[in-house]
């Protein structure tokens, strides 16, 4: 059974900070692994998708690493804003055959002007 | 505007009562997928279809739980005898055919049980 686990739980930093949000998963055997940003009270945005065959995804300021070998990937959010002030989620899709997500916790991240 | 929409947003309702959720999933996505969430965590998967067919339910899903997709394209999620515990984000996403990862997800229902 895939488990996914997100340090730090929350994070607070000055505007224009770089940062590094973590993900691990026990299950190496993953299919895809996702980053989704989460606002209060709302539904999930997906950020950036890794395939299995993949090593990272980068979309603006936003970079995303695979290691499967370890079992971790990271969010590398550079410059940030108070705009991205949200929940980030880490999803590590594991062999199932129908798509059903194994979400971390997520790691709540304030950023502060 | 051609995204994911669940109905209601928010829903209270008082302990042993019955409540029921709507998804509206992508038109063209044949694959829909039930989320919970609760507070401070991620979302947990309930249940998915393909098509009218339910394929596969988690145990979270205990009998009390059922969801239906009667002609393919909505679904509703039902509770019967609610209890404190049921509180909680209740997420549909869909998906299209021949990519089941590439999950577009509702606003989602808040759910407080009193």
């Known amino acids: 059974k895939q488990e996914v686990t997100q340090i730090p739980a929350a994070l607070s930093v000055p505007e224009g900070e770089n940062l590094v949000l973590n993900c691990s998963f026990t299950d190496s055997a993953i299919y895809n692994l996702q980053w989704f940003r989460q606002d209060p009270g709302k539904g999930l945005t997906s950020l950036l998708l890794?395939?299995?065959?993949?090593r990272e995804q980068t979309s603006g300021r936003l970079n995303a690493s695979l290691d499967k070998s370890s079992g971790r990937s990271t969010l590398y959010i550079a410059a940030s804003q108070p705009g991205d002030s949200a929940t980030y989620l880490c999803e590590g899709g594991g062999g199932t055959s129908y798509g059903k997500l194994t979400f971390g916790q997520g790691t709540i991240l304030t950023v502060h002007p | 505007d051609t995204g994911v929409s669940q109905d209601p947003r928010h829903k209270i309702t008082k302990r042993g009562q019955n409540v029921t959720f709507r998804c509206d999933p992508i038109?063209?996505?044949?694959?829909l997928y039930w989320y919970r969430q609760t507070l401070g965590q991620g979302p947990e998967f309930l249940t998915y279809f393909q098509n009218e067919a339910q394929l596969e339910k988690s145990r979270l899903l205990s009998d009390r739980f059922s969801a239906e997709r009667p002609k393919g394209s909505f679904s509703t999620l039902e509770i019967q005898r609610t209890e404190q515990g049921d509180s909680a984000m209740y997420l549909c996403a869909s998906s299209p055919s021949g990519s089941r990862y590439e999950q577009y997800f509702g606003p989602g229902t808040r759910l407080t049980v009193t």
């Open positions: 038109s063209e996505h044949n694959r």
């Open positions: 890794i395939q299995s065959s993949q």
